[in-house]
């Protein structure tokens, strides 16, 4: 397909395990952002990529989350030893540029036990 | 730092009436503003954006405009229809800092025939 495409869709764990997040963008976009969006919340932005690097990964909620981009393509996040309040949607969104609209991707949900 | 602030939902409404959904934004410089809708079952897509004051952004029948003075950039809609049903997100990037993207915890829009 021609969108942004996240995988899985849905994910439930059990605490303290590991869980890999992975994000196609569409072709060609050079950015790429990672939200979060709990339940009843607003989303909130994670990190971003132009490229392959992230200028900036203060919004990484601790350091059990981690986030690379290979390629200039496909993106993955990670949680180590996950914890209930990790359980949210992530969603992934891409640009041509970083100053251009967005396009988002259907998110996983992430449910921690 | 940059904020955005929308009005709580969820807000229901008849068909064919006037919608308004108020958003206000704290940011340094001239950040640009976007609106995002998040139709049921479905990803965020963009709605609408304006990058400057008193640009005024529009698409299916939307408007939003960039008013710097009253720092908003409140969504109207002169007549809703049922298949206008979602949630809303206004956001912004930051001036010269597009690594991050602010947005409001959105607005649950409910139109009833």
């Known amino acids: 397909g021609a969108g942004v495409s996240q995988s899985p869709s849905n994910k439930v764990t059990e605490k303290g395990k590991d869980v890999e997040l992975r994000c196609d963008p569409i072709s060609g976009h050079t950015a790429l952002y990672w939200y979060r969006q709990s339940l009843g919340q607003g989303l909130e932005f994670l990190i971003y990529f132009q490229g392959n690097s992230a200028p900036d990964k203060s919004g990484l909620p601790s350091d059990r989350f981690s986030a690379e981009r290979t390629g200039g393509s496909v993106s993955t996040l990670t949680i180590q030893r996950t914890q209930q309040e990790d359980s949210a949607v992530y969603l992934c969104?891409?640009?041509?540029?970083?100053?251009?609209?967005?396009?988002f991707g259907d998110g996983t949900r992430l449910s921690i036990l | 730092g940059d904020s955005v602030t929308q009005m709580e939902g969820p807000v229901t409404l008849s068909e064919e009436a006037f919608l308004t959904i108020n958003c206000t934004y704290t940011a340094t410089g001239y950040p640009s503003l976007f609106w995002y809708v998040q139709y049921p079952g479905e990803g965020l897509q963009l709605l609408l954006k304006?990058?400057?004051?008193?640009d005024k952004g529009s698409n299916k029948g939307f408007e939003a405009t960039y008013r710097k003075e009253t720092t908003s950039f409140h969504l109207e809609k002169g007549s809703v229809q049922v298949s206008d049903s979602a949630v809303y997100f206004c956001a912004l990037s930051g001036y010269g800092n597009f690594n991050k993207f602010y947005f409001g915890s959105g607005t649950k829009l409910n139109v009833k025939p």
């Open positions: 304006a990058t400057k004051a008193d």
């Open positions: 969104a891409s640009s041509l540029d970083k100053d251009q609209p967005q396009h």
